[in-house]
């Protein structure tokens, strides 16, 4: 089946510093990725959509220059978190859609466990 | 906007004994509905969805949900719980015709007891 991977799994950082993290569809180019995060007991709440090749669109309320996406190619996606604070602390998890499918259904990667010191 | 509303943020069963998750959904038109399941510090994998055609759908790992469109609800069951189905299950929704976006529930903690 479609495979995700995220990396790291789990990151701590200083307030102020800059974390990137990786989505790799492992076993099918993925045209589109999806960025969500997820506080602790909470739902997920999408960030931003990612096309290969284009610029990502970012849902309301998400700061761009925040976090920046980039896929540039049809297997990776990267979030970088830029100056980082302890309320950006969170479960980051992304998703894949596999080309074709029904309704292109997500596969989800693992998560990125964030805490900003 | 489409949403989806889980009802019981934690619902405990005996093992062996039925499990039902409630999900209803906000739409006068069918949307399309998801079940995932996630455990504990891991992303969400897929149960079952319904898109069109048998009301009944069947998952995996024995679950399988029903989708009622008289009741809007798209509840997800189980007949004999057993303690590896301890996880957080989430609803979802994406809007017939809406793309690929995904939009969530807030969250089911299922524990099974001995």
């Known amino acids: 089946g479609a495979v995700v991977s995220q990396h790291p799994s789990w990151v701590i950082c200083k307030s102020g510093t800059s974390v990137k993290i990786e989505c790799r569809s492992l076993d099918f180019q993925a045209t589109t990725m999806f960025w969500y995060r997820q506080f602790p007991k909470q739902s997920l709440m999408l960030m931003a959509t990612s096309n290969e090749g284009s610029k990502a669109t970012y849902e309301q309320g998400v700061e761009k220059d925040k976090f920046l996406i980039n896929h540039a190619s049809l297997t990776l996606s990267t979030l970088t978190v830029t100056s980082a604070h302890p309320e950006d602390s969170s479960f980051y998890i992304c998703s894949a859609t596999e080309p074709g499918s029904l309704l292109e259904t997500q596969y989800f990667g693992p998560g990125t466990r964030l805490l900003v010191l | 906007a489409q949403s989806v509303t889980q009802l019981g943020s934690h619902v405990s069963v005996s093992e062996g004994a039925l499990v039902l998750l409630r999900c209803n959904y906000s739409?006068?038109?069918?949307?399309?509905l998801f079940w995932y399941v996630q455990y504990p510090n891991q992303g969400l994998q897929l149960l079952l969805k319904y898109t069109t055609g048998a009301t009944l759908v069947k998952g995996i790992n024995g679950f399988e949900a029903e989708f009622k469109k008289s009741e809007t609800s798209f509840h997800l069951t189980k007949p004999s719980a057993h303690m590896s189905d301890a996880a957080e299950y989430f609803c979802a929704v994406i809007p017939t015709g809406g793309g690929n976006k995904l939009t969530f529930g807030t969250g089911t903690q299922l524990k099974v007891e001995l």
């Open positions: 739409s006068s038109v069918p949307p399309y």
